[in-house]
């Protein structure tokens, strides 16, 4: 029950303040230890397909093990001394975790920047929450880099977060936010990371499923809510197309 709270506080919290610059963020920290631990299997596993297969499954037991476990047994002290305080850190991890008004706030430059024809500064407004190279996008590109980082990261920063949250408190958010993270920085198919990433890559699929099928039901109701053509989106969703 005090984990429901902190995830409604924690959810109120960040819509309040966001991610405020110049304060350590956990999920840095994640992708330090995914860095530091991803450098130490590669030296342990043997440097063939299997051994870097199985390099990148113990990148992801151990990184998970202790992204969950350290705000498992904070929280558990927290709460075990004063129940109060217990609340208190956990609003504030769920806050960490989640990434509705930085999403809004960094989607919104984009938009504004577009609206006022300033092409250059959309370019860099979309390149500070893409990955890819934006300096030759024209506007339909701009627009189009921003709608799908968005529809990306309202599932990844904010649905799902949301969804491990409620099952299992900050303890589960941070396993989500440490499989999300893992995905991000291994999961790609060109060397060296092809076959270090598959087990992550594969098991951010699996911890996706459901919230990315969620998000997605959520988005075209929404568009059809407003008015918007989404039947292709809904034949799309159902499996029609």
Request: proline fraction near 4%; include cysteine.
């Amino acid at each position: 029950m005090w984990s429901l709270y902190a995830l409604i506080l924690g959810f109120c919290l960040d819509l309040l303040i966001g991610d405020p610059h110049g304060i350590p963020h956990p999920v840095v920290y994640i992708g330090k230890l995914i860095d530091v631990t991803e450098k130490g299997m590669r030296k342990m596993f043997p440097k063939t397909v299997r051994g870097e297969n199985f390099a990148g499954a113990a990148v992801w037991l151990i990184v998970v093990t202790v992204s969950a476990g350290i705000p498992l047994l904070v929280l558990h002290l927290a709460y075990g001394a004063n129940c109060w305080l217990g609340l208190l850190l956990e609003t504030i991890l769920c806050a960490q975790i989640l990434a509705t008004k930085s999403l809004r706030t960094e989607s919104m430059k984009v938009y504004q920047a577009l609206q006022t024809g300033d092409l250059s500064k959309a370019r860099y407004a979309v390149s500070m929450i893409v990955g890819r190279d934006t300096q030759y996008l024209d506007e339909a590109g701009v627009t189009r880099a921003a709608v799908e980082t968005v529809a990306e990261n309202t599932s990844d920063g904010i649905l799902a977060p949301m969804l491990f949250l409620a099952i299992g408190g900050a303890p589960l958010g941070f396993f989500y936010k440490a499989v999300n993270t893992m995905d991000s920085m291994l999961g790609y198919v060109e060397m060296p990371y092809k076959n270090v990433g598959l087990v992550p890559a594969k098991m951010d699929d699996v911890f996706n499923y459901i919230p990315a099928r969620i998000s997605a039901f959520l988005m075209l109701a929404a568009g059809g809510l407003l008015g918007m053509d989404v039947k292709n989106g809904w034949l799309s969703f159902q499996g029609e197309r």
